[in-house]
Structure formats: structure tokens, C-alpha cells
């Protein structure tokens, strides 16, 4: 993966497909706390062939800069247009995962004319105490889980019933813990507590009637992490945005219902 200098960090991108939209605009994918951008991988499997994708690793993960201390929303979103600059790319469609839902309506409201389109991801406009504890809590676990014990309580956070009830996806899952467990590049606790800080603070409500782009907020019901009344509250802030809320999925709805999720995106990514 090769590494821009922006904002104060070296930052760690990859591009994937070639780009065969008629209007050329590549796909910028930004994803959430904890996660690097290979997360991305099974959703790539599909758009590579109809976009030029974009993937970072956010700061304070994968193989990007972790500078100690708190980061904002808005900070994360400077990296990304710095990026944007520094491969000479003036303007992207941007999906953004949970915390990277939360860079992407900053890098719409800070930087507007770098953004085509919005998909927003089990997002939200701000935390609740609820929201701003569970965070908390998340980094209290990092501190004090081995990382499959750590692994184990984030599935617990973002997979629904559903998922947990079926017997191929409750292997897959285990499958998973196993290979969190042995990552070489695991993510060290400042950066977390860094990322966990940006999830907290973020505080976009006052500022999304700015955001004049197509924008699809999509979500799951059962979503324990980011609840509904997030999505809809960035759904009913954003003018002229649409919501999708899958009935039965949680948080990682897109990894319970790939099937249907990828082509969905992508759909509405090549009519906006």
C-alpha cells in the first residue's frame, strides 16, 4: 500500500478497479473504529469492477500513522481531503462504515466540493450518554480483553440474532475471533482511544442541512450500537436524503446480507 503525508500523519491507501462509470468519479470507502480498510474486501469484491476505490487505513489503525492523544471527526476528515489532494483527485462518491460515517459528513460539510455522493452507514450526528458510555466501555475492554475476548465483545456489539442463530455464520464468527487473535498488526490501545475520542465528540447535528449532496443513510433494525434513532436522526437532517433500514440486521448488516447489500450500494452509487 503505498503512503501520502496529509494533515500532520503518513496515511496508508490502496486502490482497487479502474473506474468504468461514464463521469469517472472515483469511490472513496472509510471505515469504522477498530477497522482497517482491508474490512472493506468483501464489499470490494464487487464495486472494483464498476469504480476506481479509494482505501485508507484511518489514522490510528492498520498500517497508517497512531499519534497518542484525541482525534476529532473533523481531523479525520482533513486526512482524507489531504489524501484526496495529494493523488490529484478533485471530487468522489464516499462511503463511509459507522465512525467512517462520521468522517464522511465532515469531509461533506468541511470540504463540499471534494463530494459527489454520500452513502452513511449505520451513522449518527451525535452521541447520547448511552452512546458516549458504550464507547467508553469499548476502550476499558481493549485495555483489559485478550484480543479474542476483545474480538468475541465487538461481534457481540454488531452482529444480530439472526447472524448468532445461524449455524454457518456462528462458525464464521468464531473463524474470525481466531484470526483477530493472531493479527500481526494489531491495534494498539492509544489508537483506539484516539478513534473511541473522534466517535464521542462528534457533533455534526447543527451542521447537516449544509450537506447539498445525494445521500442514502442505510442501516439495520436491530442495530444495539448505533441505534435507529441515529439513522433516522441524520436521515431527517440531511435535506433530500433517502434511509434504508433492514429489518431483521444489526450493526454489520452488510456483512449479514452481503447478497443483497453490495449490489444495492452499488446501484445506487452508479445513479448518483
Excluded at 482497517?36 to 484511518?58: E, K, M, T
Aim: with cysteine; net charge negative; charged share 20%.
Amino acid at each position: 500500500m503505498p503512503t501520502v503525508k496529509t494533515n500532520g500523519i503518513h496515511l496508508h491507501y490502496e486502490e482497487r478497479g479502474s473506474g468504468a462509470t461514464p463521469d469517472d468519479v472515483p469511490l472513496l470507502l472509510i471505515m469504522g473504529i477498530t477497522a482497517p480498510g482491508s474490512v472493506w474486501n468483501v464489499h470490494l469484491a464487487d464495486w472494483q469492477y464498476h469504480f476506481r476505490c479509494i482505501i485508507g487505513d484511518n489514522r490510528g489503525v492498520g498500517l497508517s500513522d497512531k499519534p497518542a492523544g484525541t482525534y476529532s471527526s473533523e481531523q479525520m476528515a482533513d486526512d482524507y481531503a489531504g489524501l484526496l489532494d495529494a493523488i490529484q483527485i478533485d471530487k468522489v462518491r464516499v462511503v463511509g462504515c459507522s465512525m467512517g460515517s462520521t468522517i464522511a459528513q465532515q469531509l461533506a460539510i468541511r470540504h463540499p466540493d471534494k463530494v459527489h455522493s454520500l452513502v452513511l452507514m449505520c451513522p449518527w450526528a451525535r452521541c447520547d450518554h448511552y452512546a458516549k458510555s458504550l464507547f467508553q466501555h469499548i476502550m476499558n475492554c481493549k485495555a483489559r480483553f485478550r484480543p479474542e475476548e476483545f474480538s468475541l465483545y465487538i461481534q457481540l456489539l454488531i452482529f444480530s440474532k439472526s447472524s448468532w442463530d445461524d449455524a454457518e455464520k456462528h462458525e464464521e464468527l468464531a473463524t474470525g475471533r481466531k484470526q483477530d487473535g493472531a493479527n500481526p498488526f494489531p491495534q494498539p490501545l492509544h489508537g483506539l482511544e484516539g478513534q473511541a475520542a473522534a466517535c464521542i465528540s462528534h457533533n455534526a447535528l447543527a451542521d447537516l442541512h449544509k450537506i447539498e449532496k445525494p445521500t442514502l443513510v442505510i442501516g439495520g433494525r436491530q442495530d444495539i450500537f448505533t441505534p435507529v434513532w441515529m439513522a433516522e436522526e441524520v436521515a431527517n437532517g440531511i435535506p433530500g436524503s433517502e434511509l434504508y433500514l433492514y429489518d431483521n440486521l444489526g450493526h454489520a448488516f452488510h456483512f449479514e446480507d452481503t447478497a443483497d447489500f453490495n449490489p444495492r450500494i452499488r446501484n445506487w452509487l452508479l445513479a448518483h
